[in-house]
């Protein structure tokens, strides 16, 4: 089963800019690999922020984007508020299976 | 309104069995895509398996394949998961969730449960 990466922590100033990354041990992430990102605070049930790589929920504030970037899966955040500090996770599908990777928790600092 | 609503969870010996439920309310449930979705103390998310529409196909992960049994009942609304052979391991939240896919198979919309807390300890 493939291995999915995310970077552990990243903190961000407020109304700075983050990428988060999603990378695959198969591979580069492609748009084949339909990439999911979550957004999960304490105490609360994930939800979805992008799908399918770029796509946006339509609760989904326009300072998030997805992207593929350098092989990877990418979320970059620009212009940073307060509430969007949380753990991001992004799944990926493969062949009938999906991995999460381990979680990026964001911090606004 | 949408609810998916988990039941099953509580305190199991490492070796026993419990069988998780997911009840399902106001959407068409046997449109959906099920998925289970776990979350240890502490821990990052972990995605268990997976069941089409009409049960037909299941996809589990390799750390559950053979011990974790999805199935569902289109009729009543309720997804099941049959858990043997329990490893502290799989102490977790577990997450029962919904994902539409639209005529072309693309993504649209997806629900999540609020979870059901399984412990395996002795």
């Known amino acids: 089963q493939a291995v999915v990466t995310q970077e552990p922590s990243l903190t961000v100033s407020p109304g700075g800019t983050v990428t988060l990354t999603c990378g695959s041990s198969?591979?580069?992430?492609?748009?084949?690999?339909?990439p999911y990102w979550f957004q999960q605070k304490p105490g609360q049930a994930p939800r979805t922020l992008i799908y399918?790589?770029?796509n946006k929920k339509s609760w989904t504030p326009a300072r998030f984007s997805g992207s593929l970037l350098g092989g990877k899966a990418a979320l970059t955040l620009s212009g940073a508020q307060p509430e969007d500090e949380a753990e991001y996770y992004c799944?990926?599908?493969?062949?009938?299976?999906?991995?999460f990777g381990g979680g990026t928790k964001v911090t606004v600092l | 309104e949408v609810q998916l609503v988990e039941s099953g969870g509580g305190l199991a010996q490492p070796g026993g069995s419990l069988r998780l439920s997911c009840a399902a309310s106001?959407?068409?449930?046997?449109?959906?895509?099920m998925h289970w979705v776990r979350q240890g103390p502490g821990k990052g998310l972990v995605w268990v398996s997976r069941?089409?529409?009409?049960?037909?196909?299941?996809n589990y992960a390799d750390s559950v394949k053979g011990r974790f049994t999805l199935s569902r009942d289109n009729a009543k609304n309720t997804l099941y998961l049959q858990i043997n052979g329990l490893r502290v391991e799989d102490t977790a939240v577990y997450y029962c969730?919904?994902?539409?896919?639209?005529?072309?198979?693309?993504?649209?919309?997806?629900?999540w449960g609020q979870g059901t807390l399984v412990s395996v300890s002795s």
């Open positions: 198969t591979g580069a992430v492609t748009s084949g690999h339909y």
């Open positions: 799944l990926l599908s493969y062949s009938g299976t999906s991995v």
């Open positions: 969730v919904a994902f539409y896919y639209d005529s072309s198979g693309r993504y649209n919309h997806d629900y």
């Open positions: 399918d790589t770029d």
């Open positions: 069941i089409s529409r009409d049960g037909g196909t299941t």
């Open positions: 106001g959407f068409t449930f046997s449109s959906y895509w």
